[in-house]
């Protein structure tokens, strides 16, 4: 039955079905081709994680190939066999589509965000690419920095540190140009200093109270600045904009002045200004890195300009004390040569006054040995003992010059005190009575007879004083008073630098010489010590004397370890002298002893050493000779040789002292020292060494000491001297006379 | 002349000689070495003296004369002079020793030359100074008198 809704089934059409077989064709091929080409371009790419997907989707594509292609055969009446290869082919196309369709649902998904993770990592790629531009852009300008610093620390000197900075910062960064503004020495200004690009002709300042560079001052990050501050017009106004530019402060540390030094120190802070532009035809920007960078030079440049201020200044310092020393060493050179020339003037001086002395004590000597009544005797004696008293004196300006070299040591010896006033007072009596001046002398029942110290030099003190209160005296009296000073008195208020310190062994000796006299006013006791200065009243202008008493006093008493003062009223109303001397206290000697300590009375032929065995050697015939009838006269039993080995031969230990002139050249003493010392090495028999010479100098004195000789005497001896150095040595085995 | 006459001369020339420089203290120390046990102890030594320097000025005058002057042997020898003459008390010598000795240092021929000479004059006035003293004392001795010191 045929049907009108439904088409009729035509006759089939030729046409139609030679296109649907050739598309089916095409389709099959194609069908056939995508998994091949899929699987070619998988095979090629490594990754591709979903082969399983691909093998349905092939043979999804493949069975559907398939179908079209069996398709081909049923356009014509096609066989059983046929339409069953058909339909398996489409019932399997139709389970793969299905589970290939069921798979998709879950890996599309996956697919996508396989896509997202893609965009992920490459978005993160370019920023750890940007970071990594940004750590090398660092790196790079921390090598600019350590170069640049490396640049500056290398000079010490302040224009090529700001040179190099502003050329090795024009160069990293590519400046334009950049300069540096210093504040002036007011304060109040800032002067441009250096510049890259231009030599500078002109003194630019600009007033430092500017807004924008109290800004720049104010931090220490480089700021950017505007073209048009007077800071940043560095460059003549061009065609072009300005680049941009930045400024940084550099702080000036506390010791660096770039000027001179006595400009007073400013309690703020100071800066210079760095001021940098970029090339004005660039559409440069500043970086945060180049401001950094910028930021670190800055106080690089602080720093190594500090240095290099330092440096200026110790330098300069170096240079004064060089010519300090220099001028310091010339004024000592000077004034050696002028105390030399003084102690030349001095030993000349001293030898033209010694000569007319001698005539006095020789002559005086000669009529002592006449007949005389006695009051001529005493008479003559008191000129000799104050002939012997001024050739001491005489010495004794010599020895003022060596006192103030410090070179005068006390000759130390046991005296008797009591003897030493009483002489005192037989020598002022005189002038005294002609005067009519009345002396007193008292001393305190408990001051020792004897005393240890240096006679000599007590005495003058003692005279000195006392001749003092008689000079400046013209009527009344003058009281002498010496005791022992008691702890408790010592400690005068007057003296308060005196702080003596009693011991069993020495006694203080406390000397009080009153006169009624002018006295001294009060505002002149401090300059009475003063070598030189003198009193200017007109009654002791008549006085004389050269003013050199008490400051010889003073320093005899400060070498015995006292102190001397004077006190008075004033003017008019007297004055007392006072002083206090350290003294030994010798002990207990016998009888014995006694003589040959104190002072003995020329006596020919006293026998001192009764046959003491000595050798003496010398070269010098005349000295031998009478060096051998000194040392006979004393009673000793002389031995002479006259040359170095004949002395080793002689010397034996019968001798007890072996005399060496050792001023003669080409006497090894030394090796004669040495000789002996070995030949009497084992017995304990030694004869003492001691040599004789001319030479006053200390260096023989050490010399002699070091090559272990046992004394030495200074030539000329005579015959008191010899017996009194003899008898020193005997006693004590050793005797370095002081030079 | 008269025996006081004669000391009071004895005693004036001393003085002067003491005065001009001539004799120093050191003599007047050999004077008191002279006692009973050695009367002619100071003529002894004052002639000892006069030998020694006899050689030594001769010794000096021909180590100057030659062309190359051995500096050393000549201060050698003046060193002796001076010693002796200090020994003595003759004071001139003994200066004009000193001077010679810096010559010797400083190797001036010319300086040597002129002490030596002034050494001789010196020395010769000494010389004969001494021995009228010492004629002098014989007299007063040979007269009986004793010689005042």
Redesign the interface.
Known sequence: MACNCIEPQGPPDDLLMKYQYISDFFIALAYFSIPLELIYFVKKSAVFPYRWVLVQFGAFIVLCGATHLINLWTFTPHTRTVASVMTTAKVLTALVSCVTALMLVHIIPDLLSVKTRELFLKNKAAELDREMGLIRTQEETGRHVRMLTHEIRSTLDRHTILRTTLVELGRTLSLEECALWMPTRTGLELQLSYTLRQQNPVVYTVPIHHPVINQVFSTNHAINISPNCPVARLRPAGKYLPGEVVAVRVPLLHLSNFHINDWPELSTKRYALMVLMLPSDSARQWHIHELELVEAVADQVAVALSHAAILEESMRARNLLMEQNVALDLARREAETAIHARNDFLAVMNHEMRTPMHAIIALSSLLQETELTPEQRLMVETILKSSNLLATLINDVLDLSRLEDGSLQLDLGTFNLYAVFKEVLKLIKPIASVKKLHVSLSLAPDLPEYAIGDEKRLMQTILNVVGNAVKFSKEGSIAITAFVAKPETLRDSRAPEFLPVPSDNHFYLRVQVKDSGCGVSPQDIPNLFTKFAQNQSTATRNSGGSGLGLAICKRFVSLMEGHIWIESEGLGKGCTAIFIVKLGIPERMNEYKLPCMLKMPINHGHTAFPGLKVLVMDENGVSRTVTKELLMHLGCDVTTVGSSDECLRSVSHKHKVVFMDICVPGTDSHRITDRIHEKFAKCNERPLIVALTGNTDKLTKENCMRIGMDGLILKPVSLDKMRSVLSDLLEHRVLFEGI | MDLAQLQRQL?DYK?SL??E?FL???F???Q??Q????PD?VV??VS??FE?SDRLLNELTKALEQQSVDFKSV??HV??LK??S????AQRVQKVCIAFRNYCEEQNVEGCLKCLQQVRHEYSLVKTKLEFMFQLQQQILSAGGSI??
């Open positions: 005693v003085t003491y005065h420089d120093d203290e050191q007047t120390q050999l008191e070495l006692d009973e046990n050695n102890f002894e030594v000892l003296f020694d201060d050698a060193h002796q010693g002796s200090s020994s003595i008390g005042p010191m």
